[in-house]
């Protein structure tokens, strides 16, 4: 549910629509909500000074219901 909610979120902020995936990794701190963005992209999502991406962490926080869930904004230009 967290990740589809947060994929319609970032889908409605983005120009590149299709491009979004947003993937749960489950750790023992909690979940982690992994989202991918088309690299023209990435500025929107993370917005000025962090802005969008803060609000976006604290709609998922929301939504998780006291659960532990991190909200992570890959860079897909950097190597791993």
């Known amino acids: 549910m967290l990740e ?9 902020i983005v ?3 299709g491009d979004v995936a947003v993937r749960t990794k489950n750790v023992r701190n909690g979940d982690i909500l992994e989202v991918r963005v088309h690299p023209d992209d990435l500025g929107r999502v993370i917005g000025r000074r962090g802005r969008t991406a ?14 532990s869930v991190r909200v992570d904004i890959v ?3 950097r190597v791993r």
């Open 75 to 77: 860079d897909t230009d």
């Open 15 to 17: 120009d590149h629509d």
């Open 54 to 67: 803060s609000a976006l962490r604290t709609v998922m926080g929301a939504l998780a219901g006291g659960g």
């Open 4 to 12: 589809e909610a947060l994929e319609h979120l970032v889908k409605g």
